[in-house]
Every structure is written in structure tokens, then in C-alpha cells.
């Protein structure tokens, strides 16, 4: 028994190559459901016993398996255990029962079935069960070919730098992994801070990276790119029917994590209606998806990131001060590269090594007029941006050498410490201290966050030298 019935309009069409094989003995049923499976664009082929299935499934090499679970020439049951052992198939597969039996169901689950459903069947479910399958199977294949790409990326997640500020966030990052599956298995928000390009999503894949979710999904959500109309859809997912153009069954961004990693950058875009939701998600550790009654558990670790200032966006309401104390268990703060100069050098020769690898280029250095100029330049866009600067000279060098004019830099660009040191001589420590606060707090208008982050100190930090130098703000 087969069908070449056409796709109807406005149905949910699915691959062409997708192909069904009903096994199923009740001739009728097994037309019906051919048929309505065949409006939806799925190629069908039936058979009758367990001998048919067998020739069947290696001949014809289904997508899925509708498996009624009482046969003529045996047990649907004894056939999936064949399926999965002897034959060696991992083909998916929904079971369908007239007893409703219970153990029936539980033995086919442990056998790997998909799902199983009990008759009468309803065609709707019976379609709606067969699109959960293979979205479900979308999702699997999604994830595997994103771990197989990050595994063969030429880009490392080890965080470059000599600094005392680098050194101190590997230690960091360290004792924050090893607390991830601490005590009862709920891991520990984390908020990553710092300026555009300060590498807030490379530490983020570091903390994955060191934890013993390292094997598990690592899903990256950017706040400020989801769709406005969609987002809420886009992150807790959507029930089929949910609103205009759901047509089916929907994950969201933070159930494909599953028991991996969720990364929240730039969370300071998110809407406020939904900053309330994932609040709920993060105490709740549930998650129910958009037109859907049932909660669902969560076990993803959340990592959020943001380059605003938190402190200013919870005093102007775009960030509910309740989501910012619930991310900010633990806090990772990134220095801008102007702060740690010393990486400079080690990060530029790592990019025009990663650069000429990339591109099957000769090895590529710097002359002294190159180095000297990365050393003394601002780098506003922080090591995003000497990157891109890298890669580009790299493209353009002669010879496997970038020189300062290859390195196509802005000129005038004013010193790393914003001020020449010759202006602080013959001040004692505690004097010089004290200009470069006033300026550092000049150029960020007051805003102690990003004056704190200019100079490479903690906020905490920050205010406790305002008070010394009687700088606090009334």
C-alpha cells in the first residue's frame, strides 16, 4: 500500500525525501492515515505483518515508523526490539495500541520509541506526533553540526593575555566552572561585564569550556538581534497554534540548551515583559512555552552578558532591578585592552597567525613601527577590534610583513592612560591618583561604572577612592 496523493493548499509541507512506512493490519486505518499523512507531504508506504515490515524498512529506508503494536504474524513490541538490536536501526518510530496497555507503552519507550499513541487515534495528533518527531530530529541534527563546527574552528576559546588582569580572570573562571554542578545540581548565574569587544562571549565558551557541562549544547541568544515580534517565541518556544503562522510545535532557544549552557548577551536589550518571564524561569528553574498550560523543567546553566552600564539601567527602568540581583550572583568584569597594553603584542600575533592558517598565507609578522603603534593606540573597540585590524593587514601585507601604514590605524588617536606622563611629574602618588580619576570621570560624564572600567578597577574599588580624594557624588 502506498500514496502519491498531493500536498493540499496551505499545508504544512514537509521534505519531499520524507517517507513514512505504516505497518499497520487494519487495511482501512491504514489508508486514512496514509492519506491524511500525504495532505501534509509525507510519502507513505504500508504493510500488513512483521515479515513485510522487516523487507520494507531495508528496502525502503524510512524516515519514520508508524508500528501498531498487535500484529497477524506477531508483537509490535518483538519487532522494535529487533529494529534496535539485531537490526541495528535507530530510525524513529510512534507506536499505536488498541489496548491502551501501559506496559506496552513503557517497554516501547525503553526500546527508543519516539512516542506511542493510543486508538482510536485521532489524525490531527497522529500528524501533530509525526512533526514533534521530526522537529525534534531537526533540533538533534541543528545541535550536532553546531558542536561539529565549533570543534573544527580554527578559533580557540583560551583567553590570551599575561596581564594581572587575564591572569586573575582564569582563576576565576576556573573556581566558577568547578561550582557549576556544586551542592544540589542548580548552577549559579553569572553576569559578564565590559565594553564592546572585551571578549564577554569567548569567556562565556571558557566557563563551558571548563566545566563538566563541556560536552553538553552551548547556546548563544543575542538579545539585540532577536526578532521584537517573535522573541518571546524565539526563547521559551511555542505550542502549535499558539498565534498567526504557528503551524506547528516550536523549541525555544533556552530548551535546546537542554542541560548545557545558555548565553544571554547583550541582556540589557531584552523587553521588559520578558525580563519578568525569565525572571520566572531562573527562580522557577520551569519554563512554559507560548500557548501552552504546561510547565516544563529547565536544567540549563544561564550566563548573561551586557556592555551597558547595569547600574544606570536599573536606576532608568530598563533593566528591573529584580532580573539584575538574580543574574548578578556572580559577577565577571573584563577590562578594556587599553588597560592591559602587555596582551597587546600576544593577541596581534595570535590573530596573524589564526589569519594566515585561515586563508593559506605565509606566516606573517610585524616590523617595529606596527608593534609600537599597537602598543600606544586606544583600541575603543577593544580586541574585536585589534582583530579585525589584524586580519585585514594580514589580507594586504607584501612580503608576510605589516607595517605601520598596514595597519591603516586612525592618527591622532590619543594615548592608552588618556594623558601624557610627563604631566604627572614631580606629584606625589596620591595627587597623580587623583588627576587621573578626575579625568577618567570627565570623559564617561560622571558614570562611575565606565570611569571604574577606563581605569581597570572594580566599582567597589572606584568609590572607596572617590571617598579618599573626596570625589563622591552627591
Given at each position: ?31 486514512a492515515v496514509s492519506r491524511r499523512l500525504a495532505r501534509n507531504g509525507y510519502q507513505c508506504d504500508g504493510v500488513t505483518s512483521i515479515a513485510d ?283 578594556p585592552l587599553r588597560n592591559r597594553r602587555e596582551d597587546v603584542v600576544l593577541l596581534a600575533d595570535a590573530f596573524a597567525e589564526n589569519s594566515a ?118
Amino acid at each position: 500500500m502506498s500514496t502519491s496523493e498531493q500536498p493540499t493548499a496551505g499545508a504544512s509541507v514537509a521534505v519531499e525525501t520524507t517517507r513514512i512506512l505504516v505497518i499497520e493490519d487494519e487495511v482501512i486505518f491504514a489508508k486514512a492515515v496514509s492519506r491524511r499523512l500525504a495532505r501534509n507531504g509525507y510519502q507513505c508506504d504500508g504493510v500488513t505483518s512483521i515479515a513485510d515490515a522487516e523487507d520494507a524498512v531495508a528496502r525502503l529506508q524510512p524516515d519514520l515508523l508508524l508500528l501498531d503494536m498487535r500484529l497477524p504474524d506477531g508483537s509490535g513490541l518483538d519487532f522494535l526490539e529487533k529494529l534496535r538490536g539485531e537490526m541495528g536501526m535507530s530510525t524513529p518510530v510512534i507506536v499505536m495500541t488498541a489496548y491502551g496497555e501501559l506496559d506496552d507503552a513503557v517497554t516501547a519507550m525503553k526500546l527508543s520509541a519516539a512516542d506511542y499513541l493510543k486508538k482510536p487515534v485521532d489524525l490531527d495528533d497522529l500528524v501533530h506526533a509525526v512533526e514533534k518527531v521530526f522537529e525534534t530530529q531537526r533540533l538533534t541534527t541543528k545541535l550536532a553540526y553546531s558542536r561539529a563546527r565549533e570543534a573544527r574552528s580554527g578559533d580557540t576559546i583560551d583567553i590570551i593575555g599575561r596581564s594581572a588582569p587575564i591572569e586573575q580572570l582564569r582563576i576565576q573562571i576556573r573556581r566558577i566552572a568547578g561550582l557549576c554542578d556544586a551542592g544540589d545540581g542548580t548552577p549559579p548565574t553569572v553576569l559578564i561585564t565590559g565594553e564592546t569587544g572585551t571578549g564577554k562571549d569567548i569567556t562565556a565558551r571558557s566557563l563551558h569550556a571548563n566545566s563538566r557541562r563541556c560536552d553538553k549544547p552551548f547556546v548563544h541568544v543575542d538579545c539585540a538581534s532577536l526578532p521584537k515580534d517573535l522573541i518571546e517565541a524565539e526563547l521559551f518556544g511555542h505550542e502549535k497554534g499558539a498565534f498567526t503562522n504557528a503551524h506547528a510545535e516550536r523549541t525555544g532557544l533556552i530548551e535546546m540548551a537542554e542541560d548545557g549552557v545558555v548565553f544571554l548577551d547583550e541582556i540589557g536589550e531584552l523587553p521588559l515583559d520578558l525580563q519578568g518571564k525569565l525572571l520566572a524561569v531562573l527562580e522557577r528553574r520551569q519554563l512554559r512555552r507560548v500557548g501552552s498550560s504546561r510547565e516544563r523543567p529547565i536544567a540549563a546553566w544561564f550566563i548573561a552578558a551586557t556592555n551597558r552600564d547595569v547600574d544606570a539601567m536599573v536606576a532608568d527602568g530598563s533593566l528591573r532591578s529584580d532580573l539584575y540581583f538574580r543574574l548578578n550572583v556572580l559577577t565577571l568584569e573584563l577590562p578594556p585592552l587599553r588597560n592591559r597594553r602587555e596582551d597587546v603584542v600576544l593577541l596581534a600575533d595570535a590573530f596573524a597567525e589564526n589569519s594566515a592558517q585561515r586563508y593559506a598565507l605565509p606566516a606573517v609578522n610585524f616590523d617595529a613601527g606596527a608593534t609600537s603603534r599597537l602598543v600606544s593606540y586606544a583600541w575603543p573597540g577593544n580586541v574585536r577590534e585589534l582583530r579585525h585590524v589584524i586580519e585585514r593587514a594580514a589580507l594586504l601585507c607584501v612580503d608576510g610583513l605589516i607595517t605601520e601604514d598596514g595597519l591603516m590605524l586612525p592618527a591622532g588617536s590619543p594615548p592608552p592612560d588618556g594623558g601624557d606622563v610627563a604631566d604627572l611629574e614631580g606629584l606625589t602618588l596620591d595627587e597623580a591618583e587623583r588627576i587621573l580619576i578626575v579625568a577618567a570621570l570627565e570623559r564617561c560624564g560622571n558614570n562611575v561604572s565606565a570611569a571604574a572600567r577606563e581605569l581597570g578597577v572594580t566599582r567597589m574599588a572606584m568609590r572607596y577612592r572617590m571617598k579618599k580624594y573626596a570625589l563622591e557624588q552627591s
